[in-house]
């Protein structure tokens, strides 16, 4: 298994407390139980069964359409308590009533009644534990959370269209769900009276709860989770002026799909973005590192007030270092950056030998290549080159977040430098058509920092050794000294793992890795990264439990857009 940083486990904000974890499951548990006790005739004929014959049929119909509605609020409600929002416990502490006094007058099991009621009591006795804010949503919420309900509503109303109708096919089952949604008859004959008048209202009822939540979701405010606004950007930017040259990945906290949280000095910053209830921050804090525990303080007190899980991927091993002393947080070592320094590269030498070959290749096919600082690209060519990028991309959606920019182009980023490979035939006469490209970031003064590498489907297989070497040469000319280039995941693993003498428990992570890398480029980056003699940077994940890290490995992996998920903007596909 790869390595870890330990430090002493001090409760963070993510801490669970047994009130939460209690609140939660036992509103999922018996807002499960009111759905079925809905759906299902035989579930309501318990010992208070008698207590429904001396009631009118539309009082008890109103009960079991009461039942299933708050049966399915508590459970969607139940992830809101697990974290300790207060907002969802100010709705339980009103449904929790309703939903005793509906299982009293439908006929439910006393112990169901007795468990509500005593939920209520463990709440409100433990109020003080659910103190959390909503979190900031955006309209993309209400079109996500409109398809889970509108589903829900469906197959809760199809099985309750199945259990107390007559018999009826299936397209007939389907239309009286759909129809009764809308509060319209349908076609199903039920079994009687009250069986008829139980599904009309709850079907009316989860029709009306979908439209209104969804209504409700769309017309407040929106607030978007992650946007860096110009000011924020203006004052990251003078405090990468300043100490940029700490990180390699600092100038990425530029991305404006990102939220930014300063230090109470205002010298340090930490860029972050929030998904599935992780606030995901990447890289160091930026500026002064004696202002990083003030910024860490506020970023763990931000996540603590909302009840986010708070993690950080890609940090050095000083900001690990500094994260773990002040949070308590455990670090775990991800992999590792390459960086070369320019002044030891060359090409000379057995070691070079296959860049060197490949260099010479792809030269020989009548490959050149161009090394341009960003502001001497002029407006025109870079709508050709982003026009190329997209073209060249091998996915539908565009990557990145912890190492990539998103952009390419803009005129706030005239530090920027491109590299650009043009082929022997097909080339526009403005040289707008590049066959590969290679766009770098500044890391401080004297760096540059890999942000996209792609090339044209087809195009020699050496042109981004070419690339990078031809930046490496240039880059004594442009004032850089050292060049950061991609990310390979888990390298020291593989490393170790192929060495002689390794144990069976590396070899065994290692043939684990190389399995993977049939989908993942984790093999593959750290053999093309090796080929350049780079220094390795290990880079670390901070999180706080190990509970956590399935949580935060989603997250980081919707942050990134490997998998789906709505975007505020669209991202840049980055080094990896």
């Excluded at 433990?126 to 979190?135: G, H, N």
């Excluded at 109470?264 to 160091?284: C, E, H, N, Q």
């Excluded at 997209?390 to 590299?419: K, Y």
């Excluded at 043939?511 to 290990?538: C, D, G, H, M, T």
Aim: proline share 6%; glycine share 10%; net charge positive.
């Amino acid at each position: 298994m790869p390595p870890r940083i330990t430090a002493p486990y001090r409760a963070t904000v993510s801490e669970r407390s047994w009130a939460r974890t209690l609140a939660g499951t036992s509103a999922f548990v018996i807002g499960v139980l009111d759905i079925v006790r809905a759906v299902h005739p035989a579930f309501a004929r318990t010992r208070l069964a008698g207590i429904t014959d001396v009631l009118p049929g539309g009082a008890v119909a109103i009960a079991g359409a009461a039942s299933l509605i708050v049966g399915v609020l508590l459970v969607m409600l139940a992830h809101g308590l697990r974290r300790g929002k207060a907002r969802a416990w100010r709705l339980i502490m009103v449904l929790l009533p309703v939903s005793a006094v509906a299982g009293v007058l439908h006929g439910g099991h006393p112990l169901t009644v007795a468990l509500t009621l005593g939920l209520f009591v463990v709440l409100l006795a433990a109020r003080s534990e659910f103190r959390a804010l909503s979190d900031p949503r955006t309209r993309w919420r209400a079109l996500w959370v409109f398809l889970a309900m509108a589903t829900v509503a469906v197959a809760v109303g199809y099985l309750m269209v199945s259990a107390y109708a007559v018999a009826a096919p299936p397209a007939d089952r389907l239309a009286q769900v759909l129809l009764g949604l809308a509060g319209l008859p349908g076609p199903v004959t039920f079994i009687g009276p009250r069986a008829d008048d139980l599904v009309t209202y709850s079907l009316a009822g989860l029709g009306a709860l979908t439209a209104v939540t969804t209504l409700y979701l769309v017309l407040r405010p929106e607030r978007p989770i992650a946007a860096l606004t110009p000011d924020e950007e203006r004052a990251v930017r003078c405090l990468l002026d300043r100490e940029g040259a700490r990180d390699s990945l600092g100038y990425f906290a530029l991305r404006r799909d990102k939220s930014v949280i300063f230090s109470p000095t205002g010298k340090a910053a930490i860029a972050y973005r929030v998904v599935g209830g992780v606030m995901l921050a990447s890289g160091d804090p930026i500026g002064d590192v004696e202002a990083w525990p003030g910024a860490i303080r506020e970023f763990t007190a931000k996540a603590g007030r909302h009840a986010w899980v708070p993690a950080v991927i890609g940090c050095s091993e000083e900001g690990g270092t500094i994260w773990s002393r002040e949070t308590g947080l455990r670090a775990l070592e991800m992999g590792d950056e390459a960086v070369v320094e320019v002044a030891g590269f060359h090409l000379e030498g057995r070691a070079m030998r296959n860049v060197r070959q490949m260099v010479h290749r792809t030269e020989r096919a009548g490959y050149t290549c161009e090394v341009r600082w960003a502001a001497d690209i002029g407006a025109p060519e870079w709508e050709h080159l982003r026009h190329a990028a997209r073209a060249w991309r091998g996915t539908a959606r565009e990557r990145g977040f912890s190492m990539a920019l998103g952009r390419m182009g803009d005129p706030a980023d005239s530090g920027c430098v491109l590299a650009t490979a043009r082929g022997p035939d097909g080339e526009a006469e403005d040289g707008s058509r590049p066959a590969a490209m290679l766009h770098f970031v500044p890391w401080g003064a004297h760096g540059l920092s890999l942000d996209l590498m792609r090339r044209e489907r087809g195009g020699a297989p050496g042109l981004n050794e070419l690339l990078i070497v031809k930046v490496l040469q240039a880059a004594p000319a442009l004032g850089v000294s050292a060049v950061s280039l991609n990310f390979a995941i888990f390298r020291s693993a593989l490393a170790r793992g192929e060495r002689l003498g390794a144990g069976p428990i590396r070899r065994a992570w290692r043939a684990v890795l190389i399995f993977l890398s049939r989908w993942l480029q984790i093999e593959s980056l750290y053999r093309f990264n090796s080929k350049f003699q780079p220094r390795w940077e290990p880079r670390f994940l901070i999180y706080p439990a190990t509970r956590d890290l399935p949580r935060i490995g989603l997250a980081a992996l919707r942050a990134e857009a490997f998998i789906g998920g709505p975007r505020l903007r669209p991202g840049g596909r980055g080094r990896r």
